[in-house]
């Protein structure tokens, strides 16, 4: 244990030097379906105040208006300076009302609802994402695709869901407002065994490029028959491409817009770090890690009280694990960049 804290205290002293004596609260699901997200979370907090000073707070988020509201009452107990974690939307719309009074502000890894910042005018909650906002991704499909299909014949489908609907409907819109037209726009049914017949409505529209609104296993069958056909279909999806493979593995060629995951964004020397600290950087370990940098950085400069910690957060850049973040007026990260990725095979590589 001595060997991990002297690791973690020689990369991240320098940022967190002035944090002895502040309380920093996280909110994780300790235990239940989200608990894998709760200890990702845990992990990246402490290895982020591993030799700051200051205390972490830890308290359980159960995904529930109660357990949030139980959360606050706690958190506020402990008169922490920031409140970092909540992963449901439910239960920090039930914390902040009593976090805002606090003076308590909120930085999450996780939610990407996006009222929680467009309503903050209304509500004055002090809510920070690092996470980007839920409508990010249709804005990042349209502005990356529609410039590089603008001489293509593409088509549009989906497959009946919310999620595919509305990134399909948000594309189509940007993409006449340019003045472009899909060839055929479909609703398939998912989860089908083969897409055959699919494939042949989309070849006989002329169409030689498609955007899916559709999750990662259907856009392999797609690929996988339009190969075995002899269409020659470039295929394109959005974050949902990232899901665990399936059974038909996905296809070289196929595109996806999406962020750039954590680690791609860390620097080698802090990846290698956390590991030789035993703690793998997945899921939200960097994020959490980088919401403590920021949360502690923040607390020091509003330590005087000529400013509050909302106001620190809302004015300044941060640097952290993940690269300098700052926040918009909202609270949304000031700069999100999605980027469109390619796989060769085997995973997806960023396209320059």
């Avoid at 472009?180 to 726009?185: G, H, K, N, Q």
């Avoid at 941060?318 to 990260?333: E, H, K, M, N, R």
């Amino acid at each position: 244990m001595r060997l991990v804290a002297l690791i973690l205290a020689l990369l991240f002293a320098a940022p967190l030097a002035r944090a002895e004596g502040f309380v920093i609260g996280l909110a994780a699901p300790l235990s239940g379906p989200y608990a894998i997200i709760g200890e990702q979370m845990r992990q990246g907090a402490a290895a982020a105040l591993a030799n700051s000073g200051a205390e972490l707070v830890i308290v359980d988020d159960a995904c529930t208006a109660a357990s949030g509201e139980a959360a606050a009452a706690r958190l506020i107990a402990r008169e922490v300076a920031v409140a970092v974690g909540f992963v449901c939307t439910e239960s920090v719309e039930a914390a902040l009302p009593a976090l805002t009074e606090a003076g308590i502000p909120v930085i999450s890894p996780v939610i990407r609802t996006v009222s929680l910042t467009d309503r903050r005018q209304r509500t004055g909650w002090p809510f920070f994402r690092l996470a980007p906002r839920g409508d990010a991704e249709h804005a990042a499909v349209a502005r990356i695709l529609i410039p590089r299909w603008r001489g293509d014949l593409y088509a549009l489908i989906d497959d009946g869901t919310i999620y595919g609907r509305e990134l399909i409907e948000s594309f189509r819109l940007e993409a006449e407002t340019a003045g472009l037209s899909a060839v055929f726009i479909d609703t398939y049914r998912p989860q089908m065994e083969n897409q055959v017949a699919l494939v042949g409505r989309l070849a006989r529209s002329g169409a030689t490029h498609v955007l899916v609104g559709g999750d990662r296993e259907d856009v392999a069958i797609m690929a996988r028959d339009a190969a075995e056909m002899g269409h020659d279909l470039v295929l394109a999806g959005g974050e949902a491409l990232r899901a665990a493979p399936g059974e038909v593995p996905l296809a070289e060629g196929v595109l996806m817009v999406a962020p750039p995951e954590w680690s791609e964004r860390a620097a080698d020397a802090t990846i290698q770090a956390l590991r030789d600290a035993g703690i793998e950087p997945d899921g939200y370990v960097l994020p959490a890690h980088a919401a403590m940098e920021i949360a502690v950085i923040a607390a020091a400069a509003a330590e005087d009280g000529s400013e509050l910690v909302a106001d620190v957060l809302s004015a300044r850049a941060f640097p952290t694990v993940i690269g300098t973040v700052a926040f918009d007026a909202q609270g949304d990260l000031a700069d999100f960049a999605y980027r469109l990725y390619r796989h060769d095979g085997r995973q997806f590589l960023p396209v320059e």
